[in-house]
């Protein structure tokens, strides 16, 4: 499912805080991008406990329970973990993940908050969560009459407000200054292929990988720090973050370049270092210079006329990396009227 519009954490949080109480919520979102940590957070942040249950590995019974023989009848038992005296938050995480009979079990539980004669304690929350079809995740087809239960919202990730709880859960400086320079890749969407790839879950992972191995305190192999970057996040964030870590000592160098105190590295020694730097350059370009030219304030303009100086500097270093500055391979596209601009004066940063 893709929704028309979109919820960033901050926002979610509050969706959470004014709907979850009278209308179950169903989260969407790719994997890693922090479903699971949101709904734990809520559930601390209101005082309640937190039941998870994962939709990929259950069957109808650890819903609705098994039956007992009460007198001349039988009721069904639901399990201990559901059935509480103390209201709750219910997460049901992977739920598009589970067969169609389990799907059918959840029916009264979602509608009703109730498992045969058991009801769920006044105040309790019910949220679900799921991949979407094209995660590579395992979904399976929602039923309609689930899907018509609950209101729905779809997760992306906001590197801001991921940052602000990064330094809060005290996340290796060096991935919370990485994600500064580049916001655009705290998350990447998943790939076709068995690889990993860039989310907020990922980028967490490595930095408790960078703790464990003591990283920025004490020297680590550089043959180490190649296998925790590709083995946490894709291949092209891990180069990028591993020349980063390169030139850490110098963190601001794009800062001090755009101000005219510094210039692009020149030295072929440090060309990881630059295509780095360049592709930082391009970052910023990509996220504050506006669609519409009109739309250019007293700062854009100054970065406007320096950018072009820059590109202009960065290809008489290396022609092919001012061209990655300014190409759409990546299909992310510069403002048509700054390409324009580019094009007629720099003539020769069009590939051939």
Not at 93 to 101: F, G, I, T, V
Not at 150 to 164: K, R
Not at 210 to 228: M, Q, T, W
Request: proline share 6%; net charge neutral; charged share 25%.
């Amino acid at each position: 499912m893709n929704l028309a519009y979109t919820v960033t954490q901050n926002e979610l949080s509050d969706i959470l805080l004014n709907i979850s109480p009278v209308r179950p919520v169903f989260i969407w979102g790719a994997p890693g991008i922090g479903k699971s940590a949101l709904v734990q957070k809520f559930a601390d942040d209101v005082g309640l406990p937190c039941v998870s249950l994962l939709g990929s590995q259950l069957a109808p019974e650890d819903i609705i329970g098994i039956p007992q023989i009460d007198g001349e009848t039988s009721r069904f038992m639901p399990p201990k973990m559901i059935a509480r005296k103390e209201p709750y938050v219910l997460f049901l995480d992977e739920l598009n993940a589970c067969s169609q009979e389990v799907q059918k079990a959840f029916y009264s539980l979602i509608h009703e908050r109730r498992i045969g004669e058991y009801h769920l304690p006044k105040g309790s929350v019910v949220i679900g969560a799921g991949n979407r079809s094209q995660d590579g995740a395992i979904v399976k087809t929602m039923s309609t009459a689930l899907i018509n239960r609950m209101f729905h919202v779809q997760l992306v990730a906001d590197p801001n407000q991921w940052l602000e709880w990064a330094y809060s859960e005290k996340i290796h400086s060096w991935i919370t200054d990485y994600i500064t320079q580049r916001p655009d890749h705290l998350f990447s969407e998943p790939p076709k292929t068995e690889e990993p790839y860039s989310t907020p879950r990922s980028w967490h992972m490595l930095s408790d990988a960078l703790k464990e191995y003591g990283a920025g305190e004490k020297d680590i192999p550089e043959n180490i720090l190649k296998v925790l970057a590709y083995g946490s996040v894709s291949a092209r964030h891990a180069g990028m973050f591993l020349a980063f870590i390169k030139q850490i000592g110098n963190k601001n160098l794009l800062s001090e370049i755009i101000k005219g105190e510094a210039r692009f590295p020149s030295d072929p020694s440090q060309r990881d270092v630059l295509y780095f730097v360049a592709q930082s350059f391009r970052g910023k370009l990509l996220m504050e210079l506006p669609k519409d030219k009109q739309n250019l304030d007293r700062n854009t303009q100054q970065l406007v006329h320096r950018a072009k100086a820059m590109i202009k500097d960065l290809s008489h270093i290396s022609l092919e990396i001012a061209q990655m500055v300014v190409s759409s391979e990546d299909d992310k596209v510069l403002p048509e009227w700054f390409m324009i601009e580019i094009i007629r004066d720099l003539p020769r940063l069009i590939k051939k």
